[in-house]
Every structure is written in C-alpha cells, then in structure tokens.
C-alpha cells in the first residue's frame, strides 16, 4: 500500500499537470474549462489507481501460484485490501490536487505581476508619444509667426503649449486622472490649435459632475487630434466636437465626418492604443460608431 500510494502520488501529479497546464487564468471561459478538467481528472485518476491496484493484486496472485479460478473470487473478499486502495488513492489524489490547486495560484501571481509591469510599460510608452509631434512642429511654427506679429498672444501661446506637455510628463506613470485636469488639458490643447485654425474648428464641452469622474489620462486629447487629423476644416464647413455625459460612467466624443481623402484607409493606431489601455486599467473597452456624418467615441470612465 505504501508503494503503491507513491507511485499514485507521482502518477496524478503529471498527470494533473498534464490536464491542466493549458488551461490560461486570462481564458475567458477558465472557471467552466476548470471544472470539467477537474472532473475529468478525478474519473481519470480512479481509473489509473484501480488499474493499478489491479495489477499489484494480479502480481501476488501469479507470485503465490493461485488457482485463476478462484481470482475474482478472492478479489471480492479483499475487503481490508479494497479499504487500503481507497484510502491510498484518495491520498494520492488530495496530494496532487494540492499541487495542482498551489501551481495554479503561483502561475496565477506570476501573471498577475507580469501583466501589471506590461501595463506599466504599455502605459508610458503610450503617453510619451501619445501627442502627435506634428502637433508640436506646428506649434513651434505657429509661434515663430506669432513672435514677430503678436508678442501678447504668443506669451499666451508660450504658456499654453508649456502646460499641454508638463500634464504629459507629470501624468505619464498615472492611470487614472481627474476628469477636471483632462479637460483643463484639452482645452489648452485646443486654444493651441485655435490659435493657428481659427475660425475652422469649434469645441463644446457638455460635462456634468466632472468634479466626481476619473478618466485615463490623455483620453481625451487623443480623440480630439484624431479628429484634427483625419477630417478637414474651413471656415465654411468647421470642424465640430462636442464633448459630454452619458450615464454616469462613460463620456462621448463626437465630430462631424468629412474625411481628408489621403487618410481614408488610416490603421487607427490611436483607438487601438486608447482601448487596449481601457482594458487593462478598467476592464472595459471604448466604443465606436461611425455614420455618414458623424463619428463617435465613447470612453469609460471611473466615480471617485
């Protein structure tokens, strides 16, 4: 019996580690494919430790020159015996559901801490080129002309442009943010823009409770620039985002559609970004809705 709990013992632990080694704790259906597996093991492991008292039975019956005649016979009356197999197998069988059950919850902790530092360094590299740097040459640009024809409006610019970057660089290791600072982040990143296009773009901010939200940072501004970027703007025709509320945990971007041609078949490096970082901060996903005239993205956010 001692031997043959060890050998169950050695059995079931590669064995458990076999059924449950491809089994991910990120699966979206984990918890059902553990239990099945689970179930499958124990019935497995029954099998295997009968199979295996069977033949250790079988052994010493050939070993003391029995009458096969008498095999299942005397198999029936090992009552002691068939007590002592259960016992060992459900020794072996709680022995490697500890191991299994401890490997799982390491593996589990490993994870965790990798994807922890993977969001860490997704994160920040994210928001270190999350401002396009078209952005800042056109800036830089923009105050060149401003200098010489507008000192005032370009120490205004000057300031702007300085607090746009230092929420950046004060933000980058953040994952969350006041939805107040986010705003007060748009909008000079706006007025820069203003500044240069004038009267082609137009924003309105619609927000309710912003005081009671977090948001991730540079949300916002992302989807901003990107309507910047891939829709044109004249004084005819302006470009126009609204910003608000829906519900109380998610907020709404919105822009009129009239795509720059060039730009029609964009990879939207952005959104992916912006919505890989929702999942991993907030468990939740942005949402997209594109019409003819209108494109519209709706991003979580967090109540205090």
Same mark, same amino acid.
Request: charged share 25%; proline share 1%.
């Given at each position: 019996m001692l031997v043959l709990t060890f050998a169950q013992l050695e059995v079931f632990i590669a064995l458990g580690t076999w059924f449950f080694q491809s089994i991910k704790s990120d699966d979206p259906n984990f918890i059902r494919k553990m239990l099945l597996r689970l179930v499958l093991f124990y019935l497995t492991v029954l099998g295997i430790a009968f199979i295996m008292f069977l033949a250790l039975f079988t052994y010493h019956f050939i070993k003391?020159?029995?009458?096969?005649?008498?095999?299942?016979?005397?198999f029936i009356e090992l009552n002691y015996e068939l007590k002592n197999f259960f016992i060992a197998t459900i020794v072996g069988f709680s022995f490697g559901a500890l191991f299994f059950f401890y490997s799982q919850?390491?593996?589990?902790?490993?994870? +965790? =801490? $990798?994807? @922890?530092?993977?969001?860490?360094?997704?994160?920040?590299?994210?928001?270190?080129?999350?401002?396009?740097?078209?952005?800042?040459?056109?800036?830089?640009?923009?105050?060149?002309?401003?200098v010489k024809t507008n000192p005032d409006l370009s120490e205004e610019f000057i300031l702007k442009?300085?607090?746009?970057?230092?929420?950046?660089?004060?933000?980058?290791?953040k994952e969350m943010v006041p939805l107040a600072s986010e705003l007060e982040f748009?909008?000079?990143?706006?007025? +820069? =823009? $203003?500044? @240069?296009?004038g009267e082609k773009i137009d924003i309105k901010v619609e927000i309710i409770d912003a005081d009671?939200?977090?948001?991730?940072p540079v949300s916002l501004q992302l989807l901003v620039e990107n309507a910047f970027?891939?829709?044109a703007a004249t004084r005819n025709n302006p470009l126009e985002i609204v910003i608000h509320n829906e519900g109380i945990d998610k907020l709404v971007v919105r822009n009129n559609l009239q795509e720059k041609t060039q730009l029609k078949n964009s990879s939207k490096i952005g959104l992916k970004n912006l919505?890989?970082?929702?999942?991993?901060?907030?468990?939740?996903?942005?949402?997209?809705?594109?019409?003819?005239h209108e494109f519209v993205v709706k991003v979580p956010v967090k109540l205090k």
């Open positions: 003391n020159g029995l009458d096969f005649s008498m095999y299942f016979e005397s919850w390491t593996d589990a902790l490993k994870n +965790l =801490q $990798k994807l @922890r530092e993977e969001k860490l360094i997704f994160q920040y590299e994210t928001l270190k080129n999350q401002v396009n740097p078209h952005f800042l040459f056109n800036s830089l640009n923009s105050l060149s002309s401003l442009l300085s607090s746009v970057y230092r929420y950046i660089v004060e933000n980058s290791e748009v909008k000079n990143y706006f007025d +820069l =823009q $203003k500044i @240069r296009d009671s939200m977090r948001i991730l970027k891939h829709n919505n890989e970082r929702c999942r991993l901060i907030l468990n939740r996903e942005i949402e997209i809705q594109e019409t003819v």
